[in-house]
């Protein structure tokens, strides 16, 4: 079952809405100080704590409870990230073109979520394709997709100035 998603960012902020047919459904929230990112997905919380202040991966928690449910590694050389679900599932998130304005998360046999900036001046937006049949599942993929790419952005952002 495909479902599409979009997103927008308006300029300064650092919420990343993620809206089903023009209704937010969920959204991305990074700190202005703050190393910890909260991920909310048609009611279920999540929280992306980074490892250490050294370290740029992140562990991901269900927020409720404070359950720990997998890991991000983001690697230092390329414009992918690896991510494990303390079930055993393993993705990998990669950009897939130059501008990288086009990526996917893959698990071994498919492509899973696919997730395309289309548009970028006062606003960023896209959209967000998923290919997963398990409702929460699929919406703590399309968060995870929505946070490595915006940890790569802002990245890329510091890396220039």
Known sequence: MRNTFNYIKKALDNKIGILERETEVGYVQFGNFKTDVAGVFKDKKY??????????????????????????????????????????????????????TKWSLDDTNRDVVDFE?????????????????????????????????????RRSAAAAS
Not at 88 to 96: H, I, L, T, Y
Not at 121 to 146: C, P, Y
Request: charged share 25%; hydrophobic share 40%; aromatic share 18%.
């Open 47 to 100: 929280l992306f704590k980074k490892k250490s202040f050294w370290n740029s991966d992140y562990e991901i928690y269900r927020d409720d409870n404070q359950q720990l449910i997998g890991e991000v590694v983001f690697s230092n050389w390329k414009q992918k990230a690896e991510i494990t679900l303390i079930n055993g599932e393993k993705f990998v998130m990669q950009s897939k073109n130059f501008w990288s």
């Open 117 to 153: 900036q289309t548009k970028y001046f006062w606003t960023d937006e896209g959209t967000i394709t998923a290919n997963v049949h398990d409702n929460e599942k699929m919406g703590l993929l399309v968060l995870l997709s929505t946070f490595v790419n915006f940890v790569y952005r």
